[in-house]
């Protein structure tokens, strides 16, 4: 979709006259709108109360000469602390309403109120119109849904001289929230490990980025075993993308970004129930997340260094797989006594986390979908979070109200660190039913050394449906995250 100012609305496209709430109670709209469409605003405002609501869309047919005109009306929301929640929404929820409606171009006519169009909310309007534009349709033979082409804006409403800048920005987030989406929603029999990287090979020719993957031998030779052990029962081979992107070299401060890549979980000797197995293809979407982030940060330019790690691999049952009662041993020398091969992400991201650091991450953040226990604690709402340095966790709690996309802080307590205690080997991979989410980040924990962040997205990778500008399946979630994290820590 192509989002441009225009001095004039065309009659030819539908028009969307939006409608927001101020703080006082009234009612803003656009007041140099012609007499004949003002009459439509007014009557929606007499007749429908919550007219303003970010979900309220409907459409008027205006007679125009021989013809007719469709007038839509919709809500931005009304004001609230922080406004740019729902705008993204409301802009979302609009073009949404446009696919249904089958239109093609749209011409939208925004409120008189400067709030609006604040550097910040104004962007998060933009996203909410490209990734309510968002379906995911790449293999059905024929395309049930037609995308919003075209959207234009009345200048007048606009501060002209920061749409380019803004709109970019907006334009390269949205861009990788889309990707990191159809990456996860992709299926596992089109995304295995190795394709993962021949894309990422691809996305990064035209960017100021360096890439290495890391093929098994190379994995081999770095001695990364417990990623190797769970590859082990797949044809597949595993992988590991390296990204680096020098935005600020003068700067020591290193980000590290590291995400779980397993492109089909089946449990592996530890087979997970049939019912709901077709999901584990997004077992993946941290990956995706971190792939997506720092495309998007070298796209936007910013004075920043980041180091991206995505370890690949696909879980399976197999004569060569890794069992329950095996003992491995892990980049830093560390040995893990296997006791579930269900438990596989945090064997993957122990060997990254261990060669990002090596390889000169200052900070750390590792991103997964790692456990259904953070599910069961925190719904689809929020994602979970553990650390140790609440100093580097308030940035990124600073990131997640700018974005909202919604963080939990859990305990780090080391009370909880008995539950991997093993009587064979240095720590156990799972730690039981009881506190899953927290041991689970707990046990990430002995694999590094510097400020470092879990962040379990199981609760928010997919949902089953479509609520604002969050989309059904897939929702890229993580990307605008880290990217504002990438801001808040290097203040560029």
């Not at 100012?5 to 709108?33: F, M």
């Not at 609006?116 to 849904?145: R, T, V």
């Not at 907006?170 to 861009?175: D, P, T």
């Not at 004075?303 to 892990?330: F, H, K, Q």
């Amino acid at each position: 979709m192509k989002i441009n100012l225009a001095d004039k609305i065309t009659t030819q496209d539908t028009i969307a006259v939006g409608i927001w709430k101020s703080i006082s109670g009234d009612c803003n709209y656009n007041q140099e709108l012609p007499k004949e469409i003002l009459d439509i605003v007014k009557y929606t405002l007499n007749h429908e109360l919550e007219s303003y609501k970010e979900t309220y869309q409907k459409i008027f047919c205006l007679k125009k000469g021989r013809g007719f005109v469709k007038i839509l009306v919709w809500g931005l929301g009304e004001q609230t602390e922080d406004i740019s929640v729902s705008l993204r929404n409301a802009a979302a929820n609009l073009v949404r309403f446009c696919i249904k409606e089958k239109l093609q171009n749209l011409s939208c006519i925004l409120p008189n109120n400067e709030l609006l169009f604040f550097d910040y909310n104004f962007q998060a309007l933009l996203e909410g119109f490209y990734l309510g534009n968002y379906c995911f349709d790449q293999y059905k033979s024929k395309k049930e849904i037609s995308k919003l082409q075209t959207l234009t804006i009345a200048a007048k409403t606009v501060p002209v001289e920061n749409f380019s800048t803004i709109n970019k920005t907006a334009e390269i987030l949205s861009k990788n929230v889309i990707l990191a989406r159809d990456l996860t929603n992709m299926p596992a029999n089109e995304l295995n490990p190795k394709k993962i990287a021949k894309l990422a090979e691809k996305m990064v020719k035209k960017l100021p980025l360096k890439i290495n993957v890391l093929s098994e031998k190379e994995l081999q030779k770095n001695n990364l075993n417990a990623l190797l052990a769970v590859a082990s029962g797949s044809t597949n081979s595993p992988y590991m993308i390296v990204l680096n992107y020098q935005g600020a070299p003068e700067n020591k401060e290193v980000l590290g970004l590291v995400g779980k890549g397993v492109t089909f979980d089946s449990g592996g000797i530890s087979l997970k129930p049939a019912e709901g197995m077709q999901e584990m293809k997004d077992d993946m979407a941290g990956a995706a997340t971190v792939l997506g982030s720092i495309l998007a940060i070298a796209e936007l330019g910013l004075s920043c260094n980041v180091l991206a790690v995505i370890p690949c691999v696909e879980n399976m049952p197999s004569g060569n797989a890794y069992r329950p009662g095996d003992i491995i041993t892990a980049m830093n020398g560390k040995t893990i006594e296997i006791i579930s091969t269900d438990a596989e992400g945090r064997l993957i991201l122990a060997d990254a986390l261990c060669y990002a650091e090596n390889f000169g991450a200052t900070k750390i953040i590792d991103v997964a979908t790692l456990t259904g226990a953070c599910m069961v604690a925190l719904g689809q709402v929020y994602a979970g979070s553990i650390t140790n340095s609440m100093e580097f966790h308030d940035l990124l709690s600073t990131a997640s109200k700018k974005t909202d996309e919604k963080l939990w802080l859990m305990p780090n307590d080391q009370e909880y660190k008995k539950l991997l205690k093993s009587e064979f080997a240095d720590l156990k991979n799972s730690g039981g039913r009881f506190a899953g989410m927290i041991s689970a980040g707990l046990f990430l924990e002995e694999f590094v050394s510097k400020n470092w962040i879990h962040i379990d997205i199981a609760p928010t990778a997919t949902v089953p449906e479509n609520n604002g500008y969050i989309s059904k399946g897939a929702t890229g979630y993580g990307v605008r995250l880290l990217v504002q994290l990438v801001q808040e820590v290097f203040k560029c």
